[in-house]
């Protein structure tokens, strides 16, 4: 029990995907402008990244290993999510067809995503069992959305700024960005 | 008898802003006179190299932003910094540390997102993370306080100290504070702990010379609250939150134990997080549930950092989380205007 709380710990905030590790930082900075579609994409990417990790640890596990093709394991891995996220496409337009206008053209994005490729790759160099690697991804979606909210709720706040021009718009997030990673270096030593 | 027109607003006084920042200058006095009888001339060195840095680096960059300069000089603000950041960094660090950290603080953390009132993270916090993380040499060295040094460094010692840092002073001067012998105890008891720190064993609570520094944060902080400068919400949420937390964790004093709550309400920089730090009006949220709310996530980030977490002191990366996370706190603590029902909240789509 404590080694998945140390898992969940360890991947939403000492290694937080976005913050320590700079994965997923195009959603990230393309996706903050507004809180609201921020916790929608936050919420769609929880759940293609959920399902993505315990594809590809099925795909790895039960049809990689035992054919001697880990050497695909990247193009095999792309091929899982790009479905997971066809998926969760048709799903969202089904549920909610409001989140989906709003989300536009960033859920298919989340395909190309490095964070969802970056926990199916790391899944399997940890060498996770089927609960871990589930958990992983869980735990590194929370954290990615945890991240991706409460900074939009900053980069609203932003947009009222008296920012110099030549660093108005993103560069001005990316310098927000860099000063959050360095407090997120305060977790360091956590787990 | 010809009645004037007269428009608001009505109350006249001096600028609201630059009494508060003096107010608040001034109530840092207490705590660095308790600095300076313990360890020296060396805080002192420190907070007036950091105030003349915040000063000229706010002018650069205001004279850059092609602002009025002495208006907004005038205001107090980045001397504030300037002394907040001055007295939260050891003393006898080199002159260039300070001039990077008010560096980071002024230009990077204030001035890019538009200066006073638009920065959302606590500049002298952002410059104090930046060098703990940049420069950990220096910036763990504490001095030993006055009870265990034969003398406190001279005013020639200092200045050499400043421009060699630690390594200028004479040896045998730093040394573990209260809060670096309990992060690296290793199984001992509460009590042999405390005997064998030196720190520990001259001091009555929570080591020598740096309760009294805290008492004395704490007495300024009180007037300050007195003044009405800010509301209690915040430092008691953070105080309370770490009290209970570091009575929780207490375990009677065991191999375990986290330390007792008086050593983490009087060591490391509680107290001036506490009441100069976390009371910071631009960076905390507005509301006063929200800064119930932002004062006890400091305290727990404070406690989990300090006890589970590589740092022994953690008052500015947990004000720095806070800080990241204060306007999504504002977004859903917005107080219900009188006579309206609770607002909607923005993510519920009226459609």
């Known amino acids: 029990m404590t080694e998945f709380a140390v898992i969940m710990l360890s991947t939403i905030l000492v290694n937080n995907f976005v913050l320590v590790q700079f994965l997923g930082l195009c959603p990230f900075m393309g996706v903050s402008n507004k809180l609201e579609t921020a916790i929608g994409m936050g919420g769609a990417t929880t759940f293609v990244l959920t399902l993505a990790s315990i594809a590809s640890y099925l795909v790895n596990t039960w049809v990689l290993m035992p054919l001697g093709l880990e050497y695909l394991r990247t193009i095999a891995f792309i091929l899982v999510i790009a479905v997971v996220v066809q998926f969760a496409k048709m799903f969202i337009e089904k549920t909610s067809p409001l989140l989906y206008r709003v989300l536009g053209v960033f859920l298919p994005l989340i395909t190309t995503n490095c964070a969802v490729l970056g926990v199916a790759l790391q899944n399997t160099s940890h060498a996770h069992n089927f609960v871990e690697s589930s958990l992983y991804g869980f735990g590194a979606a929370l954290g990615f959305s945890l991240v991706l909210v409460l900074f939009s709720a900053m980069r609203e706040r932003l947009a009222a700024a008296d920012v110099p021009v030549p660093f108005q718009g993103a560069a001005i997030g990316m310098i927000t960005a860099g000063l959050m990673s360095l407090a997120f270096m305060g977790f360091g030593g956590l787990v | ?351």
Request: one cysteine or more; charged letters at 10%; aromatic letters at 12%.
């Open chain 2, 1 to 351: 008898m010809a009645l004037m027109r007269i428009s608001s607003p009505h109350a006249t006084g001096p600028n609201r802003t630059t009494q508060v920042m003096l107010t608040v200058c001034l109530a840092t006095l207490p705590g660095l006179m308790a600095l300076v009888w313990h360890f020296g001339p060396g805080p002192l060195i420190n907070v007036l190299l950091a105030s003349i840095f915040a000063l000229a680096l706010e002018a650069l960059a205001l004279k850059l932003r092609k602002r009025p300069i002495g208006f907004y000089l005038r205001d107090g603000s980045a001397l504030v910094t300037g002394i907040l950041l001055g007295l939260a960094l050891p003393p006898y660090v080199p002159w260039w540390l300070i001039f990077v950290g008010v560096f980071f603080a002024i230009v990077i953390a204030k001035h890019l997102y538009g200066g006073l009132g638009y920065n959302p993270f606590n500049p002298a916090m952002v410059g104090y993370v930046v060098l703990l993380i940049s420069f950990p040499l220096p910036m763990t060295q504490w001095v030993l306080p006055a009870e265990l040094t034969q003398q406190t460094p001279t005013l020639i010692e200092t200045l050499l100290g400043l421009a060699q840092g630690t390594q200028g002073l004479p040896d045998g001067i730093t040394g573990a504070t209260p809060l670096d012998a309990f992060r690296q105890n290793t199984g001992e008891l509460v009590l042999d702990v405390y005997a064998q720190s030196p720190v520990l064993a001259a001091g009555q609570w929570a080591g020598a010379g740096f309760e009294w520094v805290n008492l004395g944060f704490l007495l300024g902080g009180a007037l300050l609250l007195q003044q009405r400068i800010f509301t209690w919400h915040a430092p008691v949420g953070m105080l309370a939150t770490l009290l209970l937390l570091s009575a929780l964790f207490y375990d009677g004093g065991s191999s375990n134990s986290a330390g007792s709550p008086w050593l983490h309400l009087l060591s490391g920089g509680t107290m001036l997080g506490a009441f100069f730090i976390v009371t910071d009006p631009v960076t905390s949220t507005t509301s006063t549930k929200g800064r119930l709310i932002f004062g006890a996530g400091v305290g727990l980030l404070v406690f989990c950092i300090r006890t589970w977490g590589n740092y022994p002191d953690a008052v500015a990366f947990a004000v720095l989380l806070m800080n990241f996370a204060a306007p999504f706190i504002d977004y859903y603590t917005t107080p219900r205007t009188y006579g309206h029902t609770k607002p909607r909240k923005a993510t519920e789509k009226s459609e």
